[in-house]
């Protein structure tokens, strides 16, 4: 995907990663994806395994936390949390 990262992203990125209490956000893997929240809402029902995931506001944008999820059989378990930029989502683990 070619994402352009304006300035108003990178701003909310950081502003994201100061409330997820990371101090940068190269402390963590980050990629992009056109797939919306509601995607994300949907999909969570067909993954292996997800403890629990939260909504919330990160740097001022729309959000979902997922916590100990498992895509599938044998996958290790993870944390993330997407943030919506518009006209794509943040993925941040």
């Known amino acids: 995907m070619n994402t352009t ?14 409330d997820l209490g990371y101090d940068d956000p190269s402390d963590g893997e ?3 994806t056109r797939e919306t929240l509601d995607n994300y809402r949907s ?6 395994e997800c403890s629990s995931f939260d909504e919330l506001e990160l740097g001022g944008l ?3 936390q997922f916590w100990g999820v ?15 930029c518009g006209d794509c989502r943040i993925v941040f683990s």
């Open 30 to 32: 980050v990629m992009y």
């Open 5 to 18: 990262i304006t300035s108003e992203i990178s701003d909310a990125l950081q502003a994201a990663c100061e």
């Open 70 to 84: 498992q895509a599938f059989k044998g996958q290790q378990r993870k944390d993330f949390t997407v943030i919506d």
């Open 43 to 48: 999909a969570y029902k067909g993954w292996r």
């Open 62 to 64: 729309p959000a979902i």
